[in-house]
């Protein structure tokens, strides 16, 4: 009977072994992986979908900075400088050598800021004179600066031209107009200038200044003599400007 009953309890062992066998490992592999994918799948998305929503965010930002500049510089509309050639002050004009001519100025400009709310950077100014739209003067760099509301800044750079040469045909002309006793000159300056309003500052524009002088001579004379061989014109002419 004893040996009936361990051969039964072993047979009984044996079913409940097998019922209650651990599943392979394999199995759990297979389903821990399954598991991670699915949850790094969803991770993957939340991340996509936050990032999204940051780039829009701050590509909404950037557009409503940009419309807000625009809108406040169409209200404001900058105007451009105001440019006064104040007199020229001729210490040397001599075209006695043919198809060459040396002369030496110094010349007042003055500029006027006219808005209310927006200032203006000069970053670069060179001034310079011509005749006849031929250079007649090397370029004299005035120095940057910033001009605020409403601002006026004047200058008094010397300009000098040493034996430059020039075609005949103004050489000819310069000849008959110095003898008929006036030569029109033009005093040119030539920059770079930004517009600021409040603390946004814009990109540069080109900045072209057109200054008419004329320099007589004999009976037309009307100048005032400041020193030994200088002459001072006083024009106070308003001169073109575009931007």
């Known amino acids: 009977m004893a040996t009936l009953y361990l051969i039964t309890q072993t047979k009984a062992e044996r079913s409940l072994a097998l019922f209650h066998h651990p599943p392979p490992l394999h199995f759990h592999s297979h389903f821990l992986s399954t598991m991670s994918a699915k949850e790094c799948g969803h991770h993957g998305k939340g991340h996509n979908k936050f990032r999204r929503r940051l780039l ?18 169409a209200i404001l509309r900058p105007s451009k400088p105001r440019f006064i050639l104040q007199d020229t002050t001729v210490y040397g004009f001599n075209a006695s050598v043919p198809n060459f001519l040396t002369s030496s100025f110094q010349v007042t400009v003055s500029s006027r800021n006219p808005n209310d709310r927006i200032g203006i950077y000069y970053d670069r100014l060179d001034l310079y004179a011509t005749y006849r739209n031929q250079q007649i003067t090397p370029r004299t760099s005035l120095p940057p600066t910033y001009q605020g509301h409403k601002d006026v800044n004047v200058w008094s750079p ?22 008929s006793g006036s030569v029109f000159l033009t005093i040119k300056i030539d920059g770079r200038v930004r517009w600021k309003v409040g603390a946004f500052v814009s990109g540069r524009y080109h900045l072209y200044v057109r200054c008419p002088a004329i320099i007589t001579f004999g009976s037309k004379f009307n100048g005032v003599i400041v020193a030994q061989n200088a002459v001072k014109f006083q024009f106070v002419t308003r001169c073109s400007v575009s931007v």
């Open 56 to 73: 829009f965010g701050i590509l909404f930002f950037i557009l409503i900075v940009l419309i807000t500049v625009l809108l406040i510089w």
């Open 158 to 179: 010397f300009i000098n031209g040493n034996m430059i040469p020039i075609s005949p045909d103004f050489s000819t002309s310069l000849s008959s107009e110095q003898a």
